[in-house]
């Protein structure tokens, strides 16, 4: 059973179009987080969600927009792709108490930009 | 500005060597400092570290916690080539992991 799964695993696509990643996890965490990893391999965070509430927004872009309809899911949508958003995008999930913030990452979607 | 400082950025060292990776941080509200491992996906947990002077053990790994002089220290004996990845220091505050920008290992046969 994968813990923490994201759709697709690859995404190619050309500048200005809109797309979507999904990321579910079943390990029973509150919170969970999207993750960007640049062509360097610096992890970076973008949003963290606890209990569907967004608690981290960390100055991205408004053309990221991400939705936790539950907290189980946490969803990526990207408005009018652009080259440098090319990237691979990590999501994470951890419990929310102190001493027990080890994230657990799914295998990432790569996003590429053309 | 809170960061997390790596060194060495990379490290390339033959099969059954010994190494020792470092961590330094300057954070403002520090909870715990976390060890990944990252081969081509997702990055791994490896140890999270909260009080100074403990070493973590994991087999040929082990990490320890300096909180008086902000750092940390990866070493692995006996090296293999399983080994090769890339070692990410992070740690959680504010409610996030912040990433330090890694070290590269690669262990040659």
């Known amino acids: 059973d994968t813990a923490v799964s994201q759709t697709p695993k690859y995404l190619v696509t050309q500048m200005g179009n809109d797309k979507s990643i999904k990321c579910e996890q079943n390990?029973?965490?509150?919170?969970m987080y999207w993750y960007k990893q640049d062509s360097k391999k610096f992890l970076k965070i973008m949003f963290s969600y606890n209990n569907k509430e967004l608690i981290i927004n960390e100055t991205v872009p408004n053309r990221f927009s991400p939705k936790s309809p539950d907290k189980a899911h946490l969803n990526l949508h990207i408005n009018s792709l652009e080259l440098g958003d090319s990237a691979v995008y990590f999501c994470?999930?951890?419990?929310?108490?102190?001493?027990?913030?080890?994230?657990?990452f799914g295998a990432g979607s790569r996003l590429t930009v053309l | 500005e809170d960061k997390v400082v790596q060194s060495p950025l990379s490290l390339v060292v033959h099969e059954g060597d010994t190494v020792t990776l470092n961590c330094s941080y300057e954070?403002?509200?520090?909870?715990?400092l976390l060890w990944y491992k990252q081969e081509k996906k997702a990055p791994t947990f490896l140890f999270m570290l909260?009080?100074?002077?403990i070493e973590k053990k994991s087999g040929r790994l082990s990490s320890i916690l300096d909180k008086k002089e902000l750092f940390s220290i990866l070493n692995i004996t006996a090296t293999q080539t399983g080994d090769s990845a890339i070692y990410l220091c992070a740690y959680f505050g504010n409610e996030k992991l912040t990433f330090g920008t890694g070290t590269r290992l690669t262990i040659i046969p």
């Open positions: 954070v403002t509200n520090f909870r715990s």
């Open positions: 994470a999930s951890s419990y929310r108490t102190a001493g027990a913030n080890v994230l657990t």
């Open positions: 909260t009080s100074s002077g």
């Open positions: 390990l029973g965490h509150d919170t």
